[in-house]
């Protein structure tokens, strides 16, 4: 079946704008994750969506961060006024509704290059 | 601050040997770990879960789990050029079976032919 799919791959921008990133989860996964990733770094937590809710979103660094999942599918992760730190890759995992682990299963990821 | 360290390697084996890559966390709570492997420039591929104290077998991976030290171990048999690639360990960070992962920094395993 398909896994978790990301739009763009890639992702170049100047410094101070908007931009969107959209994760597409496994079909009939109700919890989606978003990560972002540095060189040398291990995936860093943004936030968790049980459905259209933001169940947990104590990794966002800063209130330039925004996620919506307003279907309870796709969801478009939005950053305001890029910075140069915030170049990083972006991943986005689902998980198995109902499932007492958590195993997360990771899209391509979104390279992100603000400059 | 919940953590997890692995050693970030570069670790080097020979074709055909055992790779044992480890892990320690502190959260004691913690309850569902993870390895992932990642090859470079793609994204983390989960390969082993394991939730229970002991050692858990897939093919030539076998997960190893001691909560009371509150460390985790994988090994690979038979290594292949193949299995060349980072291996991340991720713990379980939020509340019950729901929450985010934690993951270490991840050791970089080279096999050589």
């Known amino acids: 079946g398909a896994g978790v799919s990301q739009t763009p791959s890639n992702k170049v921008t100047e410094k101070g704008k908007y931009v969107e990133l959209r994760c597409d989860p496994i079909s009939g996964h109700t919890a989606l994750y978003w990560y972002r990733q540095s060189l040398g770094q291990g995936p860093e937590f943004l936030i968790y969506?049980?459905?259209?809710?933001?169940?947990?979103d104590s990794g966002l660094p800063n209130d330039r961060f925004f996620a919506v999942r307003p279907e309870g599918s796709v969801s478009t992760l939005k950053i305001q006024r890029t910075e140069r730190g915030d170049s990083a890759v972006y991943l986005c995992?689902?998980?198995?509704?109902?499932?007492?682990?958590?195993?997360?299963?990771f899209g391509p990821g979104t390279r992100l290059t603000v400059l | 601050q919940k953590e997890v360290e692995q050693n970030s390697g570069p670790l080097s084996v020979p074709e055909g040997a055992i790779a044992s890559l480890n892990c320690t966390y502190s959260d004691r709570v913690s309850q569902s770990f993870f390895w992932y492997r990642q090859y470079s420039g793609k994204s983390p591929e989960l390969i082993m879960s394991?939730?229970?104290?002991g050692d858990k077998e897939d093919g030539r991976f076998t997960a190893q789990l001691n909560k009371a030290s509150q460390y985790v171990s994988l090994l690979i048999r038979d290594s292949q050029p193949s299995d060349s690639a980072t291996y991340l360990c991720a713990v379980n960070g939020g509340g019950g079976s729901q929450g985010n992962l934690i993951f270490g920094k991840g050791t970089k395993l080279s096999v050589k032919p």
């Open positions: 969506f049980q459905g259209t809710g933001a169940a947990d």
């Open positions: 995992a689902s998980r198995v509704s109902g499932s007492v682990y958590n195993e997360q299963f």
């Open positions: 394991i939730y229970s104290n």
